[in-house]
DNA sequence: GATGAATGAGTCTTCATTCAT
DNA sequence: TATGAATGAAGACTCATTCAT
């Protein structure tokens, strides 16, 4: 499980001064992001138990086994570790998607469209207390939080409804409304990822089944 | 609207006297009904855009125009309005689905699930408040609302996933998995309802374009 | 039971002019007590039940089966219902107290004592609630409250003191610290009243085989 | 003064790192149960004073001089506080009750008994304003301090009845109801320590004048 | 860095009392 | 006189955050 982008751990400031044998730091460094992960997975797990409002900083505490103080000294808030843990995980899915290669030679842009799905898939499932989160907590928090979730969902869909639309172009799709299309579409992925990855823990060739079935779904139709 | 479950109303102090006026009582009751609705109406608005958590009591009374006693005259807490106003709103969706009737001489089914489809959109479109506490905030508040809504949407599966069988039964539809189908189907409703409807407030017409849309996506699939 | 010493009842300014019919305002009047007493019974019995904080406006309504403006007609708080409970008691108790008489002719003064003490017992008996009322709740409950019955035992201690230095006088008592004795007497008798009358509902002889074993036991003493 | 059962103390976070300093850690508790003290003693004053339910919590964080939250580090509630008070007064006075020796060599019964008094008067001596609580509040403030208070006493009457019954049997005491006289006894001290104790606060020779006196007055009676 | 006692603003909830009908 | 909806002051308790050690 990656835990990327921690920016405390790395921007910190380090007085040369002090660095008296090569490796003091950076021992320190390693010290301060070990406890930064620690209070990340105990506030994940937590999070993802029993929701936001009902997870308080000494529950944190005490799963994590740090003191108050401590956690004051790697976040500033309790916000701040949900932020960071929602910012990160939508780091790591973005990082799964890779623009359709169109030009000639790259592999048929259905195929493209699978690998990153699958990519996507394969985060989520490694990671089901974030998923839930995403798709249950993030929601409705708070102004600010919205804003980030529906701006990642944006994102999203102007990546399919531009997918949709090239399609159209190249002549593979029929005609529609590209958006609602694309909204269509990401809507079945979340309902699907809350029940086979959120719900059941399901293994990676059920995953696969439903990920051809709702691709089926999306590319055939249901009629016949 | 239908109110249901007052237990004040139907606990409360009940004039053994004689109702000296006809209507003295009645209109009592209908006054005490009318609070209770603006209770309700002030709670829902303030659920809609703060979210629960962030609205207070305080914010509710001030809302309503009322006083602290008299919002507990009324509800037992601010969970218990919170849980009438979802109760009510899925109360009124799940009246708005008929069963498809496939009798000789019935409407033909695609025709009937497109009728279901239009009342329910109806009904969200009128109260854009619940929608938007039903899609945002219901989920991840709570065990209990979470097992509630959970259970409402299981129920709307099993519907959808009973036509489509049917469908299949009937030729009319291609082989699938109708489960993973059924749950890409009201994904796909929800997430397109969350733009339309919630985000932004559309018009009958456009939302009947939408419908129309992801029907025929849900249909005929994307290719050709 | 006697109920009295209402003085809304007895004091009430009665508008001559509506004096219409001899005996209409009589008659109200009398509803008024009953309605008095219909609270005082209620109140009574909750009180001694779950005691004064515990016992809320709400219940004495619901027991009393009238509606809240109706108490607020008869009562000025529900202070003052315990206020009136209280005082009523008292002035009963007391009025069965008969100064004992030493004239000659008259009865030996310890069975004047003994009657004495037979009486109030029998008051005691007849109303355990307010017995209960008496020796539990209303030491404690406040600055006035405790001001009235310390005021009351006062009085009791006086006389008994005075019967003690009496007795003393007239050769019948060995010399002793009459306050002190006083004192012991008075607790002997609120606690054997706790066991017997209050916890235990005694029948009239249990009682009576009590009041003799505290009087031996005070006279005589416990040696040889 | 015993500081038994505190939850917090138990229960809470236990550094799990080196004691650097020798001493810090136990300096801290103490700290701690100071503080404890602190909130205890404030409570004490008010409780005896105003009694508990005219007592707020804002009231005892006021005379302790501490914040709200400082409160709940170190009780649970308003009540435990009250729970704790009484347990611990109860645990002292009976703590100073040692049982009766008869073994030949040993000193006379009834000057073991007179030991025994006095250093239970020693006690409420010492700490008035709990012997106010436990002889005016403790009673009556709910089922569940009631039963415990109850059981205090029965346990008292348990031990004078049968100091009583022994007395009989060894022929010092006349034959008697033991129960009741126990209850007589039990009383008179109540009423004695009342009077003499939480009322004015009376020097040691004035209380050891009034202990003869009870003692004198229950084994020789007023007679002669 | 690590600790955990202290803080106090903020929240929900109760309930005695009032008053228009 | 009787009613009961409305009131709002007052209460207990929580919990994210700070800071001295």
């Known amino acids: ?18 660095e008296h044998v090569d490796g ?13 992960q620690q209070v990340r997975q105990a506030a994940r797990r937590l999070f993802a138990q ?8 000494q529950d ?22 949900f932020d960071d843990l929602v910012d990160d995980f939508l780091d790591r899915i973005r ?3 890779r623009r359709v290669d169109t030009s000639p030679g790259a592999p048929p842009p259905l195929v493209q469209i699978e690998q990153n799905l699958s990519r996507v898939m394969d985060v989520l499932s490694s990671d089901r207390d974030m998923t839930r989160i995403l798709l249950h907590l993030a929601q409705g928090l708070d102004k600010d939080c919205d804003a980030k979730v529906a701006d990642f969902y944006d994102r ?9 639309e090239q399609g159209q172009r190249m002549g593979l799709l029929r005609p529609c409304d590209s958006r ?33 079935e709702i691709l089926r779904f999306a590319l055939e139709g249901l009629f016949r």
Do not use: C, N
Not at 50 to 57: E, P, V
């Open 60 to 81: 944190i505490l005490q799963e994590a086994g740090i003191a108050r103080g401590t956690f004051y000294l790697h976040f500033d808030s309790k916000r701040a570790v």
């Open 180 to 212: 609602v299309v694309a909204q269509a579409a990401l809507g079945s992925l979340k309902e699907v990822v809350l029940h086979w990855i959120v719900r059941r823990d399901s293994a990676r060739e059920e995953v696969e089944h439903v990920i051809r």
């Open 50 to 57: 029993r929701g936001y409002h009902d997870t308080s900083i």
């Open 156 to 164: 999203v869909l102007l990546l399919l409804g531009g997918a949709l």
């Open 95 to 97: 990082s799964m998607v």
């Open 24 to 36: 003091r730091v950076s021992r320190a460094q390693r010290l301060r992001a070990q406890r930064r």
């Open 1 to 18: 499980m990656k835990e990327a982008g921690d920016p405390a751990a790395s921007g910190g400031q380090v007085p040369s001064s002090v």
